[in-house]
């Protein structure tokens, strides 16, 4: 029951389906949700596939409308959680203040030019995307969808057990109290078992890898840690590589 419950606190932070319950906060049921992440990226990534799959085959709409309604849903589903945190990271980094600074400037409510023209840039790119690869999609064209998500939500995870701490408070400092070891067991099963079950979609484990290795480097310096909307930036800049790596596989090799 713990689980469950896990896995619907991350369904209340980080999805916009409505789910009005209140469930504890305790550092038990937050080490449930950091189990949860994959599952729940798998559970978005599902949702993406399953609604490109009836708009291109059981609907009248053209590629670029299946596309926009797409691209649509990646941003209303999460209700901008993410994005929100891309801009604010993006300002922030910009800034080429202090890390005490850019701190302070991720706080700040406002958003900045660099974090509005940051966020048009990755929308357009996740658009182009999405759109060429609606144009030839194949049955592993929508486990790649699937597991884009997956694996940003893994990264989100083992992120918040090998980075410290930019700051003793906020969301990501919440969760990463409850991020140990121990949470994070079931990480490598749920890569296993994707693996196993879908062999050619393994390959998308390359990227998401360096994305880690390249956030894992690069926050400390940064902003002197983690903080959520760190986090939060790392999924979209995580799934922004993914879109295109599924985007080149359908250029360079017959996806």
């Known amino acids: 029951m713990k689980f469950i419950r896990g896995f619907l606190i991350g369904v209340q932070f980080f999805t916009a389906i409505p789910i009005s319950k209140q469930f504890p906060m305790d550092e038990d049921h937050l080490k449930r949700t950091i189990q ?6 798998l559970g978005q990534g599902m949702i993406y596939s399953f609604l490109l799959y009836i708009l291109i085959e059981n609907t009248p709409f053209s590629h670029l409308a299946a596309a926009f309604l797409l691209w649509l849903v990646t941003i209303i589903l999460t209700g901008g959680i993410h994005l929100d945190a891309w801009m604010d990271v993006s300002d922030a980094y910009f800034s ?3 890390q005490a600074r850019r701190l302070e ?4 409510p406002r958003i900045g030019a660099f974090g509005v023209i940051s966020v048009m840039i990755l929308l357009s790119c996740r658009f182009l995307f999405i759109y060429e690869i609606t144009l030839n999609p194949h049955l592993l064209t929508y486990v790649l969808i699937a597991i884009i998500p997956f694996l940003s939500k893994t990264i989100m995870g083992v992120l918040l057990l090998t980075v410290r701490p930019a700051r003793a408070e906020g969301l990501g400092y919440l969760f990463q109290k409850a991020a140990t070891a121990k949470a994070l067991w079931l990480y490598p099963v749920y890569l296993l078992a994707a693996a196993i079950l879908f062999p050619r979609a393994a390959i998308l484990i390359v990227p998401a890898t360096a994305c880690y290795l390249f956030a894992r480097l690069k926050v400390g310096k940064w902003f002197g840690g983690i903080t959520g909307d760190v986090l939060g930036a790392t999924v979209e800049g995580t799934e922004l590589i993914l879109w295109l790596t599924v985007w080149l596989l359908h250029y360079f090799v017959t996806v």
């Open 36 to 41: 949860a992440f994959p599952l729940l990226g």
């Open 105 to 108: 400037i991720m706080k700040d």
């Open 96 to 98: 080429y203040q202090d």
